[in-house]
């Protein structure tokens, strides 16, 4: 399948280094036919906003929500690669 990240913003090593401190990001994959928004997390965030929305809410709930070891871009690229390559994108 052929696709296209579109980052939040244009991204630096500055910006990829405090996005990777954050463990967390914001995408979107967009491709022939469609687009979805994709939140990126990394283990350790992940845990902690569940952990805060069990909390405050009682429950945690995400849609398309993607793990990977680590926010880097490297990471990202590879993790949506892989989906894409299972039509993960034009699931619904």
Same mark, same amino acid.
Do not use: C, N
């Given at each position: 399948?052929?696709?296209?990240?579109?980052?939040?913003?244009?991204?630096?090593?500055?910006?990829?280094?405090?996005?990777?401190?954050?463990?967390w990001l914001?995408?979107?994959?967009?491709?022939?036919?469609? *687009?979805?928004?994709?939140? #990126?997390?990394?283990?350790? +965030?992940?845990?902690?906003?569940? @952990? !805060?929305?069990?909390?405050?809410?009682?429950h945690f709930?995400? *849609?398309?929500?993607?793990? #990977?070891?680590?926010?880097? +871009?490297?990471?990202?690229?590879? @993790? !949506?690669?892989?989906?894409?390559?299972?039509?993960?994108?034009? *699931?619904?």
């Amino acid at each position: 399948m052929d696709y296209r990240i579109e980052w939040p913003v244009p991204m630096d090593e500055y910006d990829w280094a405090i996005q990777q401190a954050k463990g967390w990001l914001a995408v979107t994959v967009a491709w022939e036919g469609g *687009r979805r928004a994709v939140e #990126v997390y990394d283990p350790d +965030r992940l845990a902690q906003s569940v @952990a !805060v929305e069990l909390d405050r809410l009682g429950h945690f709930i995400a *849609r398309d929500l993607l793990v #990977v070891p680590s926010v880097t +871009r490297e990471h990202v690229e590879a @993790a !949506v690669s892989a989906i894409a390559d299972e039509d993960f994108f034009r *699931r619904r």
